[in-house]
């Protein structure tokens, strides 16, 4: 077996055994395939597509790249949960706090910035000290003591996907069920958790387009978390228009901040309330989902779930004054609209393209972020604006910023009627 044939069958159409697909992974994960030869086989998978079984043998190969932790010595319950990725989306610097100030464990792996879609990991790095690439000892003993930890996908858990996951960002390989699936469902396996709810984003600033796509993302990895052990909930929310009114990293974090403060916006409040409900129904604490959005809330007043995102920010090395005051770029720069109406349409891939252009993402695997500039959307999908009235906020280090400015103006359409109700939850799975 060598590489230069499983690419040539993946280029062909034809299946991948389990063999290849573990030959390509452990050679790939070791530095003995080179970035080339992966990258020409990720792009044949993108183009030709994978078979469940495939997926699944995927799956468990980058699973199995490194150590996979066992937590069972900590609770027979662990919660985790992950976003397919979205614009604007710190759904989960909000609901993983909330759910460790229950007192139940939570273990997360997250990902870096993909494509337009934001990362968690990047996000908390905007924090100075925040350390995301923790020892596995230390991930383990954050989760005993102050039941929750958030790491970056490492070189012992899942480094197949943290290889490919870079890749794919720099061969516009981010949109695709197979290397989707596969890299979200290997992170959790290896990190350990039993109980699980995927946000499954669906829209113009998320990969999966439009919501048959994400219905069939949501089913196949269900499927392959059962497979594995773990009980997994879908949440199919919509990223037509971003999520929330920050993009961009410090200013989510922000957000993040103010929303465990309990001054959340409509948007975010209803995903993080789904989301957080499905999972302490999951965790065993209760079955009535609108009795849990209930003890959420509670719990964001009582100041319980800022207090945890305080001390995980303390264990972490993080700077926890810098949460009062976090740091803005050189120049902020209102956006303002033409015309009268109503706002029927915010493209969140648009916005995505203007918070990357500002530097706020990757355009290269080796590129610096940076973690102060990106977009406040003062106004979104349903809102009524005056002409001249300050729809968004740039923020931004450079000072030319007039490509920014239309890309900004070209994602939001505006039109004389009153649009429907924007749906912010499109299914359960
Ligand atoms: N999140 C991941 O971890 N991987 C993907 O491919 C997309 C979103």
Known sequence: MNIIEIISKKRDKKRLSKEEIEYFIKGYTKGEITDYQAAALVMAIYINGMDYEEIKDLTLAMANSGETLDLSDISKT???????????DKITLI?????????????????RGLGITGGTIDKLESIPGYRTDISLEEFKNNIKEIGISLIGQTKDLAPADKKIYALRDTIACTDNIPLIASSIMSKKIAAGANKLVLEVTCGSGAFMKNQEEAEELSTLMKKIGELAGIETVCVITNMDEPIGKAVGNSLEIEEAVQALKGKMQEDVKQVVLTIASYILKLAGYGNDLEENKRKVLEKIQSGEAYEKFTQLVEKQYGDVEYLNNIKKAKYIVPVRNEKSGYITKLNAEQIGKASLELGAGRMKKED????????????????KVDAGETIAYIHSNKENIDEVKQK??????????KPEEYKHILNII
């Open 78 to 88: 662990i919660i985790d949960k992950h976003s397919s990725g979205g614009v604007g």
């Open 95 to 111: 609901v993983m706090p909330i759910i460790a100030s229950f007192g139940i464990p939570v273990a997360k792996m997250s990902g």
């Open 368 to 383: 610096e972020i940076d973690h102060t500039v990106g977009i406040i959307l003062e106004k979104k999908i349903g809102s």
């Open 408 to 417: 900004i103006l070209s994602a939001y359409k505006i039109d004389a009627e």
